[in-house]
T-cell receptor, first 112, second 115 residues
Framework: EDKVVQSPLSLVVHEGDTVTLNCSYE??????LLWYKQEKKAPTFLFML????IEKKSGRLSSILDKKELSSILNITATQTGDSAIYLC????????????FGAGTILRVKS | GAGVSQSPSNKVTEKGKDVELRCDPI?????LYWYRQSLGQGLEFLIY????????KSGLPSDRFSAERTGGSVSTLTIQRTQQEDSAVYLC?????????????FGPGTRLTVL
């Protein structure tokens, strides 16, 4: 059964710290892995990693895909209170990759 | 309004009542998805619409749940005879085309509370 597991479940850090969030997956016919940030209700898209794009960076956020280990990490450097959110990892599944299987998320709280 | 919109934002209902949740996808997006997020859990796929194709209903948890999409745009998720375990945030998402990269844009969700 396709599944996504994220760790840690929650994390509390101080502003300026660097954090690493983990995502491991099991999916038939891997296509891509997506990271989302969820602050209130609507998850917002961060990164998509594929076999041809295993590393992405945007400002203080970066993500790497390890296809051999079936995992991905999301790094946030110099954390700010605005980074506090739930970070979700997802992989598409199904014949056409139209369904996203999500992990339970990592709750990040950045204290000032 | 360029994003996905959902209404109502919050809904409180009594056990046994029916509820309807609405989703307006981004204009031009042909694919529409419904997810459910229970407290402390990740998003759970419910149903998927793509163009005029038959919807993929494989994620609907019971026959009390149904959804339709009219005119290839607005979608309504209906829950009949609500139960307390239906309490969750119901999220709608849309994407431009059904492609393998599947970047989905989410609406703000409807928080459903069944008393």
């Amino acid at each position: 059964e396709d599944k996504v597991v994220q760790s840690p479940l929650s994390l509390v850090v101080h502003e300026g710290d660097t954090v690493t969030l983990n995502c491991s997956y099991e999916v038939t016919n891997f296509r891509s892995l997506l990271w989302y940030k969820q602050e209130k209700k609507a998850p917002t898209f961060l990164f998509m990693l594929t076999s041809s794009g295993i590393e992405k960076k945007s400002g203080r956020l970066s993500s790497i895909l390890d296809k051999k280990e079936l995992s991905s990490i999301l790094n946030i450097t110099a954390t700010q209170t605005g980074d506090s959110a739930i970070y979700l990892c997802a992989v598409p599944k199904g014949e056409y990759g139209n369904k996203l299987v999500f992990g339970a998320g990592t709750i990040l709280r950045v204290k000032s | 309004g360029a994003g996905v919109s959902q209404s109502p934002s919050n809904k409180v209902t009594e056990k046994g009542k029916d509820v309807e949740l609405r989703c307006d996808p981004i204009s031009g997006h042909t694919a529409l998805y419904w997810y459910r997020q229970s407290l402390g859990q990740g998003l759970e796929f419910l149903i998927y619409f793509q163009g005029n194709s038959a919807p993929d209903k494989s994620g609907l948890p019971s026959d009390r749940f149904s959804a339709e999409r009219t005119g290839g745009s607005v979608s309504t998720l209906t829950i009949q005879r609500t139960q307390q375990e239906d309490s969750a945030v119901y999220l709608c998402a849309s994407s431009l085309v059904d492609e393998i990269y599947n970047e989905q844009f989410f609406g703000p969700g409807t928080r459903l509370t069944v008393l």
